[in-house]
């Protein structure tokens, strides 16, 4: 019994340091061969590179991760990730699987109509469920709805650029990151993906740099002070509900025989001479404006002002639509129009 009990107990002492030796060769190995995870993550925003996208009629900076692209009037930004995968927007289960996971699709349109007017033009979305959505953002404002079903869909934006012109903004929501997709957890694990809080991070950035160019000269500058300067007399005038159009404005050079042509605004008002146009005139001169031409007595009566500073020239043209007693403006009904642009 001794001798079974002394061959006993140093066959457990082998048999534990055997257990102990494996195990620590087990884990010297393990850590030796733990796999590598490669440099895919996405960066943090601090530490991407941003780029600056420009056009015709828009500007905004982006993330170098991004690709853009322009197809007719809309410019599109995106990311996305290889990964093949069930699509899960599909409620019938017979479309094909996904070879990419998108985390980011944003696109942008300018239309030349006001967000109500867009809107009611498409028939879709309701107008009075969207103008009770308002959103801002630094100097953006408009309306901001969301169009989905179990997450899939979009966000759409309607930012306003001018009594004109709207600013049409489509953001995807990435369904795969929802909560209600059972392995939600997978996608945001792959490498490289664009998780929805750095998505909304870097959307926001980027709405932040965009710019609208409203409108482009001859010489492909961008044309914005004359649009501001007219708001900014209009505002101080209290001179509300007035609708601009785009117009040319031909404009003689002093000392030059060709007309040179503008791109800016004009407004049109069916008024007496004194309550608009000529407080307009008087701001356009405390601003140090000073009148470049006048055009008149041409047998209709037909008067037109021009004035300049800088880069900027207005013209202010009355026209009489009613009798005329001894020749004289004062008193008579006029069409007038008033249109502001940038020099080239």
Partial sequence: MKKQKGFIVPLLA????????????????KKVQAPVVSN??????????????????????YPTILSVKKAGDTVTL??????????TCDFKGDAPPLE???????????????????????????WNYVSKNPFTLGSWSGYKIESSIESCGEYIYYLTISPTK????????????????????TYLKLPGIIPPSQEGEIFTKILSSLKVQQHINVEGQFVTESYTLMNEILSKLNIKNINFTDVSLKWLEVGVDTKVVYYGYSFTVFDQYSVLVS?????????????????????????????????????????????????????TKHINTVACADRK
């Fill in 14 to 29: 082998v048999l534990v340091l055997l257990a102990v030796g494996g195990g620590v060769y087990v884990y010297k190995n």
């Fill in 40 to 61: 895919t993550e996405t960066p943090k925003d601090e530490n991407l590179a941003w780029k600056k996208y420009s056009d015709t009629g828009i500007s905004f900076e």
């Fill in 78 to 87: 995106s990311h996305s990730v290889d990964y093949k995968h069930r699509d």
């Fill in 100 to 126: 990419k996971v998108t985390d980011f699709d944003v696109s942008f349109l300018i239309v030349n109509k006001s967000p109500k007017d867009y809107i009611q033009n498409n028939g879709w979305p309701d």
């Fill in 166 to 185: 709207t600013l049409v903004i489509t953001r995807a929501l990435a369904t795969e990151f929802s909560m209600i997709v059972a392995d939600h957890q």
């Fill in 279 to 331: 407080p307009f005139e008087e701001e356009l001169k405390s601003r140090g404006f000073v009148e470049d031409s006048l055009n008149g007595g041409d047998g209709t009566f037909r008067w037109q002002h021009g004035y300049s500073k800088n880069n900027v020239v207005c013209t202010i043209t009355h026209t009489p639509v009613s009798p005329i007693d001894n020749d004289e403006l004062v008193g």
